[in-house]
């Protein structure tokens, strides 16, 4: 498509012309002006074909340009997320391989240890089991050595007293046989019509035999004084100014109940030579006395008293399961003496 434009001007014009010499010869000089319409007519089209064809040229262009930027930054996100995984990939991977060498070591460290620490283990129990065998045989050997003496002591003492003991068995077989065999003897002699003479020869042979055992029973009894008299030529003749007091060994123990709201329960253990009267008062003393007392009223017990305690329950569980062969028992004693080596043992501050 195309356009006009029309301007108008005015256009000066002047000169001279020279003429050849005549007569005279000479010049004319000339001026004025000449009005000049101009009309222009442009013809756009080829270049608006060639603005049509540019503009679709730089429209492809723009199109390419666009299309390649988008692949461009589709590459490059890619690439980036393909070089972001490989270095996460590569650090994770070299953390794992390091933790995992690192593991391996130290499970191997571990496993070691812990071998060395079952070898140890069973190398102590062992040794255990040697001082348990070796000291249950020392404790026993003094066991039967003890009871050897207690025997030995008996022997003496019934050596010492040997006329006492006889005087006991022979008075006991008198007096409880004797009259059944005299009763008997009597009627075996009614029975066979006994003269007179042996009635009386039997009277005084029962006379003979009560007078012995009272003869007897008086060299007891003045046996008896003498001992007494010779006990007390060994004691100090001394005074006291007032009773003194008697301990008596009491076991207190308290239980409550694993589930919730259950009561507690308490229970006192007296030992049965005490008499029940005592054993009720002692009872009802030892239950308010330690139910009364809160927890900073108990210490720790001392080291002489632990070790007293504990030679005791030696001997009364060696008593017991000296002679045990059985694997239920051995379980029972080792389990036992764990927990009684294990155990905390506490007193109270105050006495009763």
Known sequence: MGY???????????????????????????????PVDVTIC?????????????????????????????????????????????VVNGFFGTVSSELSQQIQALDSAMKAGLGLLLEQGKAVDGKKDVMEGDY???????????ADLDNECYKRI????????????????????ESAGNTAAMNLLGLEEISSSKNMVFVSFLNRKTLDVLTTLHDYITQESRINSLVNS????????????????????????????????SECFVPEQVHWQGK?????????????????????????????????????????????????EQRVYKT????WQNSQLSSLKRSL
């Not at 019934?158 to 046989?177: H, I, N, P, R, W």
């Not at 003749?237 to 329960?265: C, F, K, Q, R, Y």
């Open 158 to 177: 019934y050596a010492l007293d040997k006329q006492s003991f006889t005087l006991s068995e022979k008075v006991q077989g008198e007096l409880l046989s």
């Open 234 to 265: 060994l004691l100090f003749s001394e005074e006291i100014g007032e009773n003194i007091p008697l301990s008596v060994p009491v076991i207190w123990s308290e239980s409550d109940m694993t589930s919730g709201g259950g009561v507690a329960g």
């Open 336 to 339: 036992m003496l764990s927990l």
């Open 4 to 34: 006009t434009r029309q301007y108008r001007c005015t256009v000066p014009f002047s000169g001279s012309v020279s003429y050849p010499r005549s007569e005279s010869g000479g010049s004319v000089s000339y001026s004025g002006s000449v």
């Open 42 to 86: 442009v013809d756009t089209d080829p270049f608006d074909g060639s603005v049509r064809r540019f503009n679709n040229s730089v429209n492809a262009l723009t199109g390419s340009v666009v299309a390649m930027n988008a692949a461009q930054c589709a590459a490059i996100g890619q690439m980036a997320r393909e070089v972001s995984a490989a």
């Open 280 to 328: 009720q008062a002692i009872t009802e003393k030892v239950g308010v006395f330690c139910s009364g007392s809160a927890s900073s009223d108990w210490e720790a017990v001392g080291k002489t008293e632990r070790e007293s305690l504990n030679k005791e329950f030696n001997i009364l569980a060696e008593e017991r399961y000296a002679n045990a062969e059985g694997e239920e």
């Open 136 to 146: 249950n045989r020392i404790s026993s050997r003094y066991v039967r050595l003890f």
